[in-house]
């Protein structure tokens, strides 16, 4: 098993350019989810999903957007880019079961210049 | 509003024992999780904790109080390769994770 897999590892995006960014897990988890990670915080809860079709917003929705046509795929898009997106954003998922650990995919880094 | 709180840095020797200290005001609960993350890498799960009282696991072993709001995390034989962000999360009542900014825990020989 791959586990959580994102693409990509880095990007950098001039402001206002729009990007998705991918995540897949092949461990038939229900639950996945986005956050973002800046340097000296915790991490934030952009969007989740519970299952195929359902999303919901997490801490800091805004200029993000989610869908999930599949088990497997939680993309996350970025419309027109700010500075303040810069950060490094981690897809993870888990199963039904809330006592269940968090799987994360490796991080995509992203800089908005 | 929702607070975890950790020491920010912490330095141990190899081979001592430490102790990292979370404390936690949060809308509900319904468990608190200890993560590893290395410098570049991706968290990954230590512990999880639901329950007052102890959980052991190997070198590893995780402490939550409820009542106090209140957890630690436990690592004995230290070793260089411990040398990471450790991160509290807890569950809140709408089991969503809320994530302490981490433990910075630096070891020197």
């Known amino acids: 098993n791959a586990g959580v897999t994102q693409t990509p590892k880095f990007r950098i995006l001039k402001i206002g350019q729009s990007m998705t960014l991918q995540c897949t897990q092949d461990m038939n988890h229900n639950y996945m989810y986005w956050y973002r990670q800046d340097p000296g915080m915790g991490l934030k809860l952009i969007y989740y999903?519970?299952?195929?079709?359902?999303?919901d917003k997490g801490e800091v929705p805004n200029g993000y957007n989610v869908s999930r046509s599949t088990t497997e795929d939680f993309p996350l898009r970025l419309e027109l880019a700010a500075p303040s997106q810069t950060s490094v954003y981690f897809c993870a998922s888990s199963s039904l079961d809330s006592a269940d650990e968090q799987f994360f995919g490796p991080g995509t880094r992203l800089t908005v210049l | 509003g929702q607070n975890i709180d950790q020491p920010t840095e912490m330095t141990a020797t190899e081979g001592a024992i430490v102790q990292i200290n979370c404390t936690y005001q949060?809308?509900?609960?319904?468990?608190l999780f200890w993560y590893q993350q290395h410098a570049g890498e991706a968290p990954t799960f230590l512990s999880y904790n639901v329950l007052d009282g102890l959980e052991e696991k190997g070198r590893f072993s995780s402490f939550l109080s409820r009542s106090k709001g209140y957890s630690y995390l436990l690592l004995k034989e230290l070793q260089m390769k411990d040398s990471a962000s450790y991160l509290c999360a807890v569950m809140d009542s709408n089991y969503q994770l809320i994530w302490g900014a981490g433990t910075k825990l630096i070891i020197k020989p």
């Open positions: 999903s519970v299952g195929a079709g359902i999303t």
């Open positions: 949060t809308s509900g609960f319904n468990g």
